[in-house]
């Protein structure tokens, strides 16, 4: 699995703790990458699961978890959901 994406859009998610993996191996380090409901408005994905989680881009939203990871979501924008 290889994702291009734009210099400019890693440039933004300059708090990547993992080295952009999931661009390679569809992972966040070790862990599956966050299951996405929905996106909303630009770099805003709504997460499958309600769980908190340790992540720099990951924030609650009322009783929802939040990605603002511009990375994730090019790849959810991008990428069927079997991608």
Known sequence: MSIQISASVKKRADRCPHNFSCLTTGKCGERP???VDYADGEDV???????????TYRMAFGDRQTCMCPVHY???KKCPPSC
């Open 33 to 35: 990458m966050c299951g």
């Open 45 to 55: 994905l709504f997460l499958a699961t309600r769980q908190d989680a340790s992540c």
């Open 74 to 76: 090019k790849i959810h």
